[in-house]
């Protein structure tokens, strides 16, 4: 498995650019317009996103999760005092916080299909993700520098 870690490590680094950034593009810029848009226009708007993101995003973020734990074993099989490094506990703290994303989109997910996605519902559920991610990627980084 090691001999494919550049592959997964590119595939993971596309996945996560797509997943965060996608969050990030609806916080930072459809948001703060939407309110700006005509009446109604704003509505269509946040309506007509997530049935676009279903299409996509699902295969993106099973990737992600996929590639993840690929490069997870590869550490973890590694080393044997793993959780006694300072890597293996940044690592692990990451995951964590991978799963209370997984936990959220998934809800969210499920919501939007049955209907019961409100628009303010929608918007705190990014700003959670949201913050959630900018969390994952520090870790993602810091793991190898601090
Ligand atoms: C929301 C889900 C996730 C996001 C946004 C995310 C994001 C990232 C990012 C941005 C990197 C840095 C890649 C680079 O700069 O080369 C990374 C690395 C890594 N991620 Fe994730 N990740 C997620 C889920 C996971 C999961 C579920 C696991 C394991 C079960 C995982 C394990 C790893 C590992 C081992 C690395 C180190 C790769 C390396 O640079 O050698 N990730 N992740």
């Known amino acids: 498995m090691a001999a494919y870690y550049g592959l997964f490590v590119t595939i993971h680094l596309l996945c996560a650019i797509i ?5 990030f593009f609806e916080v930072l810029v ?3 317009i939407e309110k700006k848009l ?3 226009v704003g509505a269509q708007v946040a309506e007509a996103i997530p049935h676009r993101v279903r299409v996509f995003m699902p295969i ?3 990737l ?3 590639t993840g734990a690929a490069m997870f074993w590869v550490h973890f099989s590694a080393r044997p005092d793993f959780f ?3 890597f293996g506990w940044l690592l692990t ?5 991978t799963f209370a994303v997984l936990g959220v989109f998934v809800t969210a997910m499920r919501a939007a299909r049955k209907g019961t996605m409100d628009p303010c519902r929608f918007k705190y559920t990014h700003r959670i993700v949201g913050a959630l991610m900018l969390g994952i990627v520090l870790l993602a980084k810091g793991m190898f520098y601090l």
């Open 64 to 66: 992600l999760y996929l």
């Open 30 to 32: 459809i948001e703060p």
């Open 93 to 97: 703290t990451k995951i964590l916080l």
């Open 84 to 86: 006694g490094t300072r």
């Open 19 to 23: 997943f965060v950034g996608a969050v």
């Open 38 to 40: 005509p009446s109604g």
């Open 60 to 62: 993106v973020v099973t």
